[in-house]
């Protein structure tokens, strides 16, 4: 059973927006930390935003540029990808874990299946 469904990747130019979506089922949207990571060729996954509850947080490297944010109505989160610069290339993933702790280590009980950005300058 597919728990969380991602969307919203693409191809933009330097400068760019893009808006990823990831939709949970409702029992996760409303009792898991939710964030979002990104994984580059070669590296291991590294986290960029997370939202648990009322409280969000965007990683250093992306701060002012990223937002995250949650539709409760859709059982939704978005990722707002503003001013992107083709160092943000890459597969971006949802993820889910009913221990905040446990999402900002990496080690989420769920994963999305990924969606590629990709910036070209």
């Not at 979506?21 to 930390?33: G, K, Q, V």
């Not at 935003?49 to 409280?55: E, H, I, L, T």
């Not at 993820?95 to 990924?114: E, F, H, S, T, V």
């Amino acid at each position: 059973q597919v728990q969380l469904v991602e969307s919203g990747g693409g191809s933009v130019q330097a400068g760019g927006s893009l808006r990823l979506s990831c939709e949970a089922s409702a029992d996760i949207f409303m009792n898991y930390a939710m964030g979002w990571f990104r994984q580059t060729p070669g590296n291991k996954r590294e986290g960029v935003a997370s939202v648990d509850g009322a409280s969000a947080d965007v990683d250093a490297p992306w701060k002012g540029r990223f937002t995250i944010a949650r539709d409760s109505a859709k059982n939704t989160m978005y990722l707002h990808m503003n001013s992107l610069k083709p160092e943000d290339t890459a597969m971006y993933y949802c993820a889910a874990a009913k221990i905040w702790a446990n999402l900002a280590i990496g080690r989420p009980d769920y994963w999305g299946q990924g969606t590629q950005v990709t910036v070209s300058s």
